[in-house]
């Protein structure tokens, strides 16, 4: 068994942990909960784990009183049912490999999305008892036309399913600067995912996400996960959430040509939203376990130092590493482990 | 413990693979394999296990002759110990965590690179008994300054350290794609190690990689390692070497507006080389578990068949799997672990 890079004791502060890390302000990530919940209290919200990928930090929000979750993968699923939190579990996706979900028809309440004949024929026989209608409402992804919706919905329930209503994700729209013209667009979206609720019926119309979800007032509840720890991108949009997330680094090299090298790079930062910030200076470039860094003032850094990244895009970051440590100031207080994912 | 998305019975194709599924084709491997050992034999290849971080793989071409190998974490030189790959291990990387591996020299044979008086106490205080001095070859990046590479060797065989030689790292011309050009460009910065070298002593001149493979004439030995399996980036360099990694996906729904959607995202490959590139059509966009594809032609693709993704960077795509699955045509004839992954 390898070490996994733990220190043999307990880190107490950010300086002790191995680097790179990924760190968490709890007080941040606090109060961004609180935020979410005088937004979107208990119900309204269905959190959404692969911003996360961590049943610890799921936990917290299912004491806030958010009970639902909603999973992109059936490893998600599979970790919220082992972890406790099967209360009501959403597969906001559509997938073939749903027998093993069905597996765990009994012990877990769960929701599978299916836009298609085929999606939801693997319902069916893979033991799933429960679909919701992924509605196409504008995003070129999945999602079955509006005006077949009714169709797959009495389908579904001809086949014995539990049919709960609808769900359309308006991603298109997450990065839509102007409030008013976001808010006219995701109204469109909304009206043709509000139509096929009329023929599809069941008490849900779930929307999506972060970035609309001070706008979208026409969901039954909102999917939405990088709220919590937020990023960069998300960062722009005057959200009432703060940057909680950090991948903390080792300073490795300095060189007088006026750089400083440290041990995170595009192994432990997705670069999908383009470069990671750095409050110091700027980011030159990142190659696979390295970052570049051009510093404001060359002379307050050595090789030993700590350095916090800010990365531009939450989810697959996180999905880079095994484990996520809170931090109060620089104090290390809990390590959780990113037990969601892979597929 | 979760299932890993195992399927129940050992997957005889690729239709069976759970997905997404990073899979590669074996004899396009083993045709790598044998083009490399005509360009550099034996000791001449260092591999370097960031590439690829599976242990399984590094084996094969331990078999092949190549001995020594190249880490980028201590983790990779961890887990080569473990596997019994120790024979002569080179952390190509400065770390100040180095009492890790200083643990381990009594088992295997490691050596570390220093660049700075810093990682040079590191390594002496974490019991490190070999080191290679890492120079400044042009990258913006790690390494000291040639001329004062001399004084950091005569430091460390003070502190009784074994001090085998020289790296450089021309990592800033690898995609040159004038072949004369980069001849002439990475002659000039072989001729900054060369001097290095030469104040430095030691056997030992160790330069990279698969992009200049080809025209490094310089150097005792090579470190490369995405020559095994390469991807559309360095694909386009005209080296012996063809692509034999793919992500494979299923498709999980049809629009009839022309595109399809599988389930492969940025959380199964990298995007800072850019977009992967599919051989049936057009790569539209990914999200974190989407690629939504526009086919040459819609009729050909269903719900449930299987598509296979090209990724333009092999590194940090191999970092977000736990498996590569060896096939042969369409059928499964081994699974490996990427048991190197993290720091």
């Not at 890390?21 to 959404?48: C, Q, Y």
């Not at 009329?198 to 979800?213: F, Y």
């Not at 007032?217 to 959430?241: H, N, R, V």
């Amino acid at each position: 068994m390898l070490s996994w890079g733990m220190p043999e004791n307990e880190p107490a502060t950010i300086a002790d942990l191995p680097t790179p890390a990924l760190v968490i302000d709890r007080p941040t990530f606090n109060a961004n909960r609180v935020a979410m919940d005088e937004l979107l209290p208990g119900d309204k919200l269905r959190p959404h784990v692969k911003a996360f990928k961590t049943t610890a930090l799921a936990q917290q929000l299912a004491d806030d009183g958010h009970r639902g979750f909603c999973c992109a993968t059936p490893r998600e699923v599979e970790g919220m049912v082992a972890a406790g939190l099967g209360h009501d579990l959403l597969l906001a996706n559509e997938s073939l490999d749903v027998a093993r979900l069905g597996a765990l028809a009994d012990q877990a309440n769960i929701t599978v999305a299916v836009d298609s004949d085929a999606t939801l024929d693997a319902a069916v026989a893979g033991g799933v008892r429960s679909v919701l209608v992924d509605v196409d409402v504008g995003l070129p992804r999945c999602g079955i036309d509006p005006a077949d919706a009714g169709r797959l919905a009495d389908r579904a329930r001809h086949a014995g399913l539990e049919v709960r209503g609808v769900m359309g994700y308006e991603g298109h729209l997450m990065m839509v600067m102007d409030p008013n013209e976001k808010a006219e667009r995701v109204g469109v979206s909304m009206e043709l995912l509000l139509q096929a609720s009329d023929d599809v019926g069941g008490d849900i119309v779930s929307g999506w996400g972060t970035g609309t979800c001070l706008t979208n007032t026409w969901c039954t509840e909102i999917q939405a996960g990088s709220y919590t720890l937020m990023d960069t991108d998300y960062g722009k949009l005057g959200l009432p959430f703060e940057l909680a997330l950090n991948v903390v680094a080792t300073v490795i090299s300095v060189s007088k040509k006026g750089w400083i090298i440290a041990d995170a790079g595009i192994k432990s930062m997705a670069m999908d939203h383009g470069n990671p910030t750095w409050e110091h200076g700027d980011v030159f470039f990142l190659s696979d376990e390295h970052i570049t860094l051009s510093p404001t003032n060359m002379n307050d850094w050595k090789v030993g130092d700590r350095v916090r990244i800010q990365p531009a895009h939450i989810d697959p970051t996180i999905a880079k590493h095994e484990q996520m440590w809170m931090v109060e100031g620089d104090d290390v207080v809990d390590r959780w482990v990113v037990d969601l994912r892979h597929w």
